[in-house]
């Protein structure tokens, strides 16, 4: 039988040998990838994003790809082509030649930098677990997950994601600067002869039952309805929406939101050893749950808000009641 509690703190344990801080970051990418989900990290340069995501791979002993994300890139480049392959005999066929999508963890690294064709690419195998090549379905292996990255600072040469892909991402995570204590920490241990080993904690079997089980967790009716009037409150105009989303919100999160957040606390609950989700756990996975699935106007821009302000606002208004 699966132990929860212990897998995770397994995870984090291993992932901490080689990222130094960060340990709300490492539990939000645990939580999305046993959700099913698929994260967007934004940071500078420098910050371990790569380093991240290949420690993450080790831990779980799972296949991973990193696909370097340029303006020149196409679909094809990503997803895999069909060849012509000779046989024995002489004869030609056509056969698909499987592209670096087929992995169960994905890096897109400055996935913004690549245009809309080749990001629809990406969408479809993110929402659908499957790709279309010369009009036939090839599906992704489980567990499949994305982790796309984006540089904040750099905006030339870059395509914006579109709404409907951000909505893909379970979360996004803002990856802060780190802080004196924890950059004296980095260059310590990073400039010096040592190797670090990684155990994996778990098989894919595991993860599979592991995402069955956190989706059994239950969830009391009243804490759906506060899920539900959150979002409500994110929107501009409605009768639910808050006074700061109608001053400054151009659109809200959506119904996927929604699932998402329900989800996250379910993972939340079931990996902190809860038998059922509490308030806690939905107000603590609201902020990387809807930073990006809802935009600013032009009012809010101009007054140098950030969608986290406002969700810190809504939460303590909605927790409140």
């Known amino acids: 039988m699966i132990d929860p509690q212990s897998v995770f703190k397994n995870i984090k344990k291993e992932a901490h040998k080689v990222i130094i801080g960060n340990n709300d970051l490492i539990e939000q990418v645990i939580i999305a990838f046993f959700c099913g989900g698929h994260v967007l990290l934004e ?7 790569t380093l991240l995501v290949k420690t993450i791979s080790q831990i779980l002993n799972i296949k991973f790809n990193r696909i370097q994300f340029t303006p ?3 679909p094809a480049d990503i997803i895999g082509t069909t060849v012509i392959h000779q046989l024995q005999s002489g ?3 056509f056969r698909f030649q499987k592209g670096p999508l087929f992995a169960h963890l994905v890096l897109a690294d400055e996935i913004n930098r690549a245009t809309a064709k080749t ?3 990406l969408l479809e195998a993110m929402g659908e677990g499957s790709i279309s090549v010369a009009g036939k379905s090839h599906y992704l292996e489980q567990p499949f997950f994305v982790m796309g990255t ?11 994601l579109p709404e409907a892909q ?5 979360f996004k995570i803002d990856l802060p600067f780190p802080d004196l204590k924890t950059l004296m920490k980095i260059v310590d241990t990073t400039t010096q002869n040592t190797k670090v080993e990684l155990y994996p904690v778990v098989d894919i079997p595991s993860i599979l039952e592991i995402r069955k089980n956190i989706r059994d967790v239950p969830v009391a009716s009243h804490l759906n309805e506060l899920a539900c009037k959150l979002v409500l409150a994110t929107q501009p105009r409605g009768d639910g929406a808050s006074a700061q989303s109608k001053k400054y919100v151009s659109f809200g999160v959506g119904p996927r939101g929604l699932q998402s957040l329900i989800l996250a606390a379910k993972a939340y609950a079931y990996f902190h050893g809860r038998l059922n989700v509490s308030k806690q756990d939905i107000m603590q996975m609201v902020p990387p749950t809807f930073r990006h699935r809802m935009a600013l106007n032009f009012e809010g821009e101009a007054e140098g808000l950030t969608t986290d302000t406002l969700l810190e606002k809504i939460t303590s208004q909605l927790e409140r009641l």
């Open 150 to 160: 984006q540089n904040p600072l750099e905006m030339d040469g870059t395509y914006k």
């Open 166 to 170: 951000l909505d893909r991402f379970f």
């Open 119 to 121: 990001q629809s690419a």
């Open 43 to 49: 940071g500078v340069p420098g910050l371990g994003k």
């Open 91 to 93: 004869e030609r066929v």
């Open 72 to 74: 020149d890139l196409m």
